[in-house]
């Protein structure tokens, strides 16, 4: 029995208001909603003054109050990225059901409810000496999202040679990305119509065999299929990944226990304590 399955479903909901407000639920204005490939949109927010976006951290997101009125679900997105010259931060989705669906209709000035910042992220600088000189990102379709923040981070404020590996089926499905720095981005397709033919994960391979002296770190966030082959790669290679883990929530607060995964520390819940884990962490999930 999980720790909390014995609360009663009005203890749950008063406990999801309690963490709701210890989060902040906040009210932002919509600055700008565009396509930017095929089913993929860019929502840029601005959630006002009292709140503060440089408190996001790379791997962390926010839950969007569900637009879809027959749904309570939380809808989470990873943050994409923040200007801190306007304090505005963007989401990138894609779009595969209702919600998304109805997202797409939002228009600049409409106003949105979001929660948040939720999860752990990840604190490149907590560690006053890390060992890794470079950051290999290797993102899936979509899940190159949370992974432009990380970039910003890692070459703007750790001076960190950073290096985007970004795969999808097909080229029209391809962001274009507004990275710190272009320089080294490898782009694949399953089916060559763009940058090198193939899955990212088999491109990334051949980098990390002819990577000998390099102390790399590498986060992969993407299909778990993906990922798992990007993490099996490293840990033949001796190098540490990272995976950002995706699942349906409901709460997004901890709190439900509905995304809870067993890890090789016991059980976790993916909003609460992920979404960013030590792929040695999860193989089971990513299997
Ligand atoms: C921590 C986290 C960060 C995320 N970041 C992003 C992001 O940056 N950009 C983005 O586009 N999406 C992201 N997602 C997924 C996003 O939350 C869902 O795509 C969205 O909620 C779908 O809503 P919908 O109503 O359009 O689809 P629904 O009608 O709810 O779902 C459509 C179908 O997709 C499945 N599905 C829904 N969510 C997921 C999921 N998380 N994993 C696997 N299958 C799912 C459903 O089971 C259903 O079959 C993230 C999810 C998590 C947990
Ligand atoms: S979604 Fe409720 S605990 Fe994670």
């Known amino acids: 029995m999980g720790t909390k399955s014995y609360l009663k479903n009005q203890d749950k909901e008063e406990e999801i208001k309690m963490e709701q407000e210890k989060t902040q639920v906040c009210e932002a204005v919509v600055v700008s909603n565009k396509p930017k490939a095929k089913d993929i949109w860019e929502l840029k927010l601005d959630p006002g003054d009292d709140f503060d976006v440089t408190a996001f951290l790379p791997g ?20 994409a990225n923040i200007s801190t010259s306007n304090g505005t931060f963007f989401v990138l989705y894609k779009v595969i059901g209702k919600n998304t669906e109805l997202m797409t209709k939002l228009a600049s000035g409409d106003k949105v409810k979001f929660w948040g910042p939720l999860g752990q992220g990840f604190l490149p600088c907590s560690s006053p000496d890390p060992d890794y000189d470079e950051v290999w990102l290797v993102g899936g379709g979509i899940g190159i999202a949370p992974l432009i923040f990380f970039e910003k981070v890692m070459t703007e404020y750790q001076d960190r040679l950073v290096r985007v590996f970004y795969g999808n089926k097909t080229k029209d499905e391809i962001i274009p990305l507004d990275l710190y720095t272009q320089e080294p981005l490898t782009i694949t397709t399953d ?11 088999d491109v990334f391979a051949s980098f990390i065999q002819a990577a000998k002296n390099e102390k790399i770190l590498v986060i992969t966030c993407g299909p778990n299929v993906m990922m798992a082959k990007v993490a099996e790669l490293c840990e033949q290679a001796g190098i540490e990944c990272q995976v950002i883990l995706e699942t349906v929530m409901a709460c997004g607060l901890g709190v439900c226990l509905g995304c809870s995964i067993k890890t090789a520390s016991g059980m976790k819940r993916i909003c609460h304590d992920g979404p960013v884990f030590p792929a040695k962490e999860v193989w089971d999930v990513l299997s």
Do not use: E, H
């Open 60 to 79: 962390q997101f926010v839950c969007l109050a569900p637009l879809d009125s027959s749904s309570t679900m939380a809808r989470p997105f990873s943050i």
């Open 191 to 201: 089916d060559g119509s763009a940058g090198y033919k193939g899955f990212v994960s």
